[in-house]
C-alpha cells in the first residue's frame, strides 16, 4: 500500500450530519414524512441530506434539531464504527506553557476535544452577592490550584474547597464557583464531552 493510500485510510472520518440525522430518525422509529411535518424541511431535502447528496446550511440544521427537539450537536455525532476508527491515536496534542495569553484555556486551538480544560480565576465577592448558577454539558472534575473556593449547586449545601481539594460532579446540574477567601483564588476544571 502507498504512502498516500495509507494517509487517505487513517485519517479521520468528517462528521456527516445526514447519517445522524438517519440515527436519530430511526432510533425514535420516525418516517421522512414525520421529520418532514415537525421540521417545514420537505421529505425530498430531507432524503437527499440523508443519503448525503445534499448539505444544509446552519440555520436549516437548527430548524431540524428544534423540529425533533434535540441539541444541533447531535446531529455532527459520529457512529459507533466511526466514534472507533477517529479514537485511535491520532498524534493530535496541545501545548500550553506558563504565560501564554490562552493559558486559562488550554488546548483551546483543538476540535472536538472529548476534555475541555479550563482555569477560573475568582475574583472576591461581596458577602451578599448570590452567585449566578449554570449548567455545563458532560461532567466536571475540579481542583483548587490557589485559594478557597465554594461550590454552589442547586442539589446540595454550598462546599468549600482549599489548596489540593478536588470534586468530580454532574456539570448537568446548576452550578456555580465563587472565591470564598480574600485573596487570589484558581480552579482547575475538566469537563468530558465532545465540543462539537
Not at 16 to 36: D, H, K, M, W, Y
Not at 145 to 165: F, K, N, S
Request: charge should be neutral; hydrophobic fraction near 35%.
Amino acid at each position: 500500500m502507498s504512502g498516500a493510500a495509507a494517509r487517505q485510510t487513517t485519517a479521520p472520518s468528517p462528521k456527516r450530519p445526514g447519517a445522524a440525522l438517519r440515527r436519530v430518525r430511526e432510533r425514535n422509529g420516525l418516517t421522512l414524512t414525520e421529520v418532514s411535518r415537525r421540521t417545514g424541511i420537505s421529505v425530498s431535502m430531507l432524503s437527499k441530506v440523508e443519503s448525503g447528496r445534499l448539505s444544509l446550511s446552519y440555520k436549516r440544521l437548527v430548524q431540524i434539531s428544534e423540529g425533533l427537539q434535540i441539541d444541533v450537536a447531535r446531529l455532527f455525532e459520529a457512529s459507533g464504527e466511526e466514534t472507533a476508527r477517529e479514537s485511535r491515536a491520532t498524534g493530535r496534542r496541545s501545548i500550553c506553557r506558563a504565560g501564554d495569553p490562552g493559558a486559562p484555556h488550554p488546548a483551546a486551538d483543538l476540535l472536538h476535544r472529548r476534555l475541555s480544560p479550563r482555569i477560573i480565576d475568582l475574583s472576591p465577592r461581596d458577602a451578599d452577592e448570590a452567585p449566578e448558577l449554570r449548567r455545563t454539558a458532560g461532567e466536571v472534575y475540579a481542583y483548587v490550584i490557589e485559594g478557597e473556593a465554594e461550590l454552589h449547586t442547586d442539589l446540595y449545601a454550598a462546599l468549600r474547597l482549599g489548596v489540593g481539594d478536588s470534586i468530580y460532579f454532574d456539570g448537568a446540574s446548576d452550578h456555580a464557583w465563587i472565591n470564598a477567601g480574600v485573596g487570589a483564588c484558581r480552579v482547575l476544571t475538566v469537563t468530558s464531552g465532545d465540543e462539537a
